[in-house]
Structures are given as structure tokens and as C-alpha cells.
């Protein structure tokens, strides 16, 4: 169960920095393209790292049962 929250939060960093790097390519000015590949890794890593948290909610509701 940790080991899920744990991924979710480094896809989440991970996210973030993708994010970041996206902004930095866009206020640079120079390739707008590889801008919308740094926001398109981001996003994918937002994305899984929601679906780590809900196997995380999932593994933990199982266990109550």
C-alpha cells in the first residue's frame, strides 16, 4: 500500500517538472514544439500518478473488508 503513494508522489514531482520545463520552453521562445512534448509528458505523468493513489485507496478499502 505505501509503495503506491509513494510512486504517486514522484509521478507527481515528476509532473511538476515536466510542467516547469514546459513553461521554461515556452518563455524561451526558440522551439514552441518541444514545449507541447514537455506538457504532454506532464500531463501523462499527472495521470498516472492519480491512477497510483486510487490503487492505493482500493488496496487500503480491500484491507477493511
Do not use: P, Q, R
Not at 517538472?17 to 500531463?43: E, H, K, P, Q, R
Amino acid at each position: 500500500m505505501k509503495k503506491y503513494k509513494v510512486c504517486s508522489m514522484l509521478y507527481y514531482i515528476a509532473a511538476v517538472l515536466f510542467y516547469l520545463s514546459a513553461i521554461v520552453t515556452f518563455v524561451d521562445g526558440n522551439d514552441n514544439s518541444m514545449g507541447v512534448v514537455w506538457l504532454c509528458l506532464g500531463s501523462t505523468h499527472l495521470c498516472l500518478g492519480s491512477v497510483y493513489l486510487n490503487k492505493s485507496k482500493e488496496n487500503k478499502d480491500n484491507k477493511d473488508k
